[in-house]
């Protein structure tokens, strides 16, 4: 290798949930190793998410007494995912590795020093099929003060989440009012707060609270992490990728790799030639990543021989826009409405045609189906009075006065009847009252014959703890009534470039590109176009990048 400005060991493009941990990896065993941002904060899209991740058979299941085996994942996974020749990066191969690479990687971090703990309950998405976890196999950092980043602090991206509180409490806030479980997550908080302001701390959660733990340890073992970075272009010799081109103070700066080079730079989520291309229909501007997921990565490594798949697949998140809401950098969703009891979720004609309250990525892929069909999008969310009382709708808080503009644009609609409802949304008052009635006969049944709402206890998880006899099921019937629109968004793409089960990228005829490794959302999804469980994105991400970092540094 010649002409470089500088030489690193291994050299990571992209700091999303693996690139931290690649980098870890490197300095721990005496490599040298950079990680180079193209925006001005750390984190990607993983900062700015839930920071959960999904880890089968992890030690804190352990403690906890919850029974798990790489075993039991395995049957759930080929159940929910299954192989089949279009979703490449979800071979068995590669899911046995992630499955039995994830402890390891968490008891190598945990051997760092960094701290985490798991949800006590969060079902995987499809727990009635063999090999589930119904607790649940959710992983998450411990709550993080971002002042011990001390100067690095102002470049950790914050999270959607500005509190103080666990992500376990977090989940419990909304029921704040008919909880006491939920009054002492409250009080926990307060008094948090209170002592935070007291000591000079600055604690952050969910995302940021991984990132900045990540982030802290990568500085603590030495590696070498830059923002406003851009890598431009791989530079490969005789067949090998041996270091990138990025930029310091606005020229082109040559860095080499002697072991490899890691892409973890996010999907094509903000890149509508890419999204026309692959994912014709969705829009840029219903997406919750961060500015920097514009895919010109994926499209580096195609230019070098890269195979692609799985690239109209992604992450769903159900997502209702009020006014001004499009440009919010993290989206509102809707699933915590169309999943409570009297609720339910209907297309154009007015006819429901999927299950309210099952996984966000199989909900939006539903929508796109019907909208082939029947025009789906937007779909109406369909609630009575309780719904508007009892839940937070589109940010705001329950039994809240609603903005003038949400009524005026169209976005709220409110009528005494069923029928007058349907009027104001131009549907055939008659099949909203059909579809209403059927769907109440249901509840008065116990049981969703159409699509089985409420089956799953993920369903029930999603809905009202306090609705007895089913969270998720209740009959619309207390008026007014109300219909607010529902669109397919997402949280990021899962296509990207074919990878092995050792994150070696590959090229078409299934060879490897050496010297160049791929995680998160670059690279083809484990899961293939299927969430099977939360956090099934930044789990696979942070695995990923510890086994192709382990991996450079044996081949080497």
């Not at 999204?275 to 997921?293: F, I, L, N, Q």
């Not at 089985?452 to 993920?458: D, L, S, V």
């Not at 990021?492 to 959302?521: F, N, S």
Request: proline fraction near 6%; glycine fraction near 12%; charged fraction near 20%.
């Amino acid at each position: 290798m010649s002409g470089f400005d500088e030489t690193f060991d291994f050299v990571v493009a992209g700091s999303g949930g693996g690139s931290m941990c690649a980098a870890i990896v490197a300095r721990t065993a005496g490599k040298t190793a950079v990680v180079l941002e193209k925006t001005s904060l750390i984190g990607g899209t993983t900062a700015r998410s839930g920071g959960v991740m999904w880890i089968p058979d992890n030690p804190f299941m352990k403690a906890a007494g919850v029974p798990d085996s790489l075993e039991q994942a395995e049957v759930y996974l080929e159940a929910v995912v299954g192989e089949s020749n279009d979703t490449p990066g979800a071979s068995r191969a590669r899911r046995r590795a992630f499955l039995a690479e994830g402890p390891r990687m968490l008891d190598f971090l945990m051997r760092q020093g960094l701290k985490f703990s798991r949800i006590s309950n969060w079902p995987d998405y499809y727990d009635e099929t063999p090999g589930s976890s119904l607790p649940g196999r959710t992983v998450v950092a411990d709550l993080f003060d971002a002042n011990e980043l001390g100067e690095a602090k102002a470049m950790l991206r914050p999270n959607f989440l500005t509190l103080p509180v666990s992500l376990e409490d977090a989940l419990k806030l909304p029921h704040v009012k008919r909880s006491w479980s939920a009054k002492k997550a409250l009080l926990r908080m307060g008094l948090r707060a209170l002592g935070a302001k007291l000591t000079g701390k600055n604690y952050v959660t969910a995302g940021a609270a991984l990132q900045g733990r990540m982030m802290q340890a990568a500085l603590k073992a030495g590696a070498d992490i830059r923002v406003e970075s851009p890598v431009k272009e791989l530079i490969v010799e005789e067949g090998r990728v041996v270091g990138v081109v990025t930029e310091k103070g606005g020229q082109p700066w040559r860095i080499g790799a002697r072991l490899g080079v890691l892409v973890n730079a996010g999907g094509f989520a903000l890149n509508q030639q890419m999204r026309d291309a692959y994912m014709p229909g969705s829009s840029v501007s219903h997406t919750s990543v961060s500015e920097g997921d514009t895919g010109e990565m994926i499209q580096e490594m195609m230019r070098h021989g890269a195979a692609i798949a799985q690239m109209d697949s992604f992450v769903g998140s159900p997502l209702s826009l009020p006014p001004g809401s499009e440009a919010a950098p993290v989206k509102p969703g809707v699933q915590g409405v169309t999943a409570a009891p009297h609720a339910i979720v209907v297309d154009q004609s007015g006819v429901r045609y999927l299950n309210e309250a099952g996984s966000y990525t199989e909900f939006c892929r539903r929508m796109n189906e019907r909208n082939e069909e029947v025009p789906a999008i937007p779909s109406w969310a369909i609630f009575d009075n309780r719904v508007m009382k009892n839940v937070m709708i589109a940010g705001t808080m329950p039994g809240s006065k609603k903005p003038a503009e949400w009524t005026e644009s169209g976005y709220l609609h409110t009528a005494d009847s069923i029928e007058a409802l349907a009027t104001s949304l131009k549907i055939d008052p008659a099949a909203l009252r059909d579809t209403v009635d059927r769907f109440n006969g249901f509840v008065a049944q116990g049981h969703d014959a159409d699509f089985q709402r409420g089956a799953r206890e993920y369903d029930k998880w999603l809905g009202d703890p306090f609705h007895k006899p089913n969270p998720t099921l209740g009959e619309l019937s207390e008026g007014p009534f109300h219909a607010i629109p529902v669109i397919p968004g997402d949280v990021g793409t899962l296509g990207g470039v074919v990878t092995d089960d050792k994150a070696r990228v590959l090229r078409e005829d299934g060879t490897p590109i050496a010297g160049l490794y791929a995680t998160g959302v670059s690279a083809a999804g484990v899961m293939g176009r299927v969430s099977p469980g939360s956090g099934v994105n930044v789990g696979p991400a942070m695995v990923w990048g510890y086994v192709a970092a382990k991996h450079a540094i044996t081949e080497a």
